[in-house]
């Protein structure tokens, strides 16, 4: 199958094409490099080197004996889409090329405004030129669990059956995203499910829940085909985070009570399940909407797995809450539906103390990358607009409210949350000392 892959460059994005490859796919895609420049200009680093888009493309020859047509382009210029479709004639497009984070999102103004244009208006690209020149392409579009929010009922997906005042209707699921660029995804959905509807395009939303680890088969032969792993406010999401932080001995950062709850899975996973969604493609017009992790968990629980693996190495791993720089529910009820990709065949990895331990070994060789970037790990960008770096929470409080996480001992037989770092609650920042003797 002819795969189109925009965002090819990212972290998810040269992974499928390596595992699409190696299943025989033909595969082509497009990356204006802007992940690298959002991650320098946060202060951050990818945590495991990776290489130049030149060095990629000459890993690729050598692996796979051909050469991968990847063409750095701005999915926001419609031409540069429009034409490079017309030549490949992609049976599949697979959206990955979007600005993900959602505190970047929530940085300013600019910030904020410059998501929602990017990522809307670069799917309404999409969209367009598969109507207008690969009209028989599958969309593959890449949405987030986040575009639902946490509401009080079950999470279907995509779609359920409401009775209102005598009368029924299978009508979208409310969506209640929890950040600007949580808020574009949303957009999208809402675009992507109309031009199915007006132009019969094949259509898949993947409402994905959070991505980890770094580990994939395809990867392991060249290091120059591995992908990134970031680690800053911005771009480093909540495992990814915890792990960093454990290699250098940094109190993994738990916001609020931690009992948020999200839905997780490797980097494997979110390959395996993106392939096989486009290789089973909905009929023309169909718009399908598919909920894509392992299982949800809390961030305690998370943060938790994290400091036990940890631990085994020899990692001390405390976990410390921190004052949430987030407008969220710390607390909630949270029970999404994710049927439709198990009936495709998805296994969903079990182990996941498995991926986490690779995950640190892994780091391990690369921690003074971390080191040296440390200042990007704790947040500074606020939902109410401020910058004010987050600060350890004192036992028993919390923005909301008191209970603090019930967390085990860690190995040492330390309690491992609800204390300052220091005594003065300070620090983390520019004058974070990894070595902390006993202090959790
Ligand atoms: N969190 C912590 N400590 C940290 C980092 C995060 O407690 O050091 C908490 C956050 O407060 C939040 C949860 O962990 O409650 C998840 O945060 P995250 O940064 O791991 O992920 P999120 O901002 O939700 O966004 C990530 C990706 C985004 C994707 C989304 C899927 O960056 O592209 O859409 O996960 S989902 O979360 O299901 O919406």
């Given at each position: 199958?002819?795969?189109?892959?925009?965002?090819i460059d990212g972290y998810l994005g040269f992974p499928l094409a390596l595992h699409l490859r190696a299943r025989g796919h033909e595969v082509a895609g497009a990356d204006l490099l802007l992940r690298r420049d959002w991650v320098a200009e946060v202060g951050g680093i990818s945590a495991l080197p990776i290489a130049s888009y030149a060095d990629r493309l000459r890993a690729w020859q050598d692996r796979f004996g051909d050469s991968l047509d990847f063409r750095i382009g701005d999915l926001t210029d419609y031409a540069f889409?429009?034409?490079?479709?017309?030549?490949?004639q992609p049976e599949t497009v697979v959206h990955l090329g979007q600005m993900p984070s959602?505190?970047?999102?929530?940085?300013?103004?600019?910030?904020?405004?410059?998501?929602?244009?990017?990522?809307?208006v670069n799917n309404l690209n999409l969209l367009w030129a598969i109507?207008?020149?690969?009209?028989?392409?599958?969309?593959?579009?890449?949405?987030?669990?986040?575009?639902?929010?946490?509401?009080?009922?079950?999470?279907?997906?995509?779609?359920?059956?409401?009775?209102?005042?005598?009368?029924?209707?299978r009508l979208p699921f409310p969506r209640q995203a929890g950040s600007w660029y949580h808020q574009s995804k949303v957009h999208d959905s809402h675009n992507t499910h109309f031009a199915a509807k007006i132009w019969g395009i094949r259509a898949t939303d993947i409402m994905q829940g959070v991505v980890f680890g770094a580990q994939l088969p395809e990867m392991d032969a060249d290091p120059r085909l591995r992908t990134r792993l970031d680690f800053d406010q911005c771009f480093g999401t909540a495992i990814n985070r915890?792990?960093?932080?454990a290699v250098i001995g940094h109190p993994l950062t738990v916001f609020g009570l931690g009992r948020q709850k999200r839905g997780f899975l490797p980097l494997i996973d979110s390959v395996t399940c993106l392939r096989l969604a486009l290789e089973n493609p909905p009929e023309p017009g169909e718009y399908r909407v598919f909920n894509q992790f392992e299982n949800a968990y809390t961030i305690e629980e998370l943060a938790q797995l994290v400091q036990s693996v940890a631990n085994e190495i020899g990692l001390?791993?405390?976990?410390?809450?921190?004052?949430?720089?987030r407008t969220e529910q710390e607390e909630h009820y949270y029970q999404p539906d994710r049927e439709h990709l198990l009936r495709l065949g998805y296994q969903p990895t079990r182990d996941m103390g498995a991926v986490v331990r690779a995950m640190l070994l892994d780091l391990q060789a690369h921690r003074e990358r971390i080191e040296t970037h440390a200042d990007a790990l704790i947040p500074d960008i606020r939902w109410d607009g401020e910058r004010r770096r987050s600060t350890p929470l004192g036992p028993q409080t919390s923005r909301r409210e008191a209970q603090p996480p019930s967390v085990p001992p860690t190995s040492q037989g330390e309690a491992s949350t609800g204390y300052p770092l220091r005594p003065d609650g300070e620090g983390l920042g520019e004058?974070?000392?990894?070595?902390?003797s006993g202090e959790s």
């Open positions: 199958m002819r795969v189109f892959i925009a965002g889409v429009r034409d490079f479709f017309a030549e490949f959602a505190p970047y999102s929530m940085m300013d103004q600019a910030h904020c405004v410059w998501t929602q244009r990017n990522n809307v109507k207008e020149v690969a009209p028989d392409a599958h969309l593959v579009k890449l949405g987030t669990m986040g575009e639902y929010g946490t509401p009080g009922l079950d999470i279907p997906e995509g779609f359920f059956e409401v009775e209102f005042r005598g009368r029924k209707d915890f792990c960093c932080q001390r791993a405390p976990i410390k809450r921190y004052d949430n720089p004058g974070f000392a990894p070595d902390i």
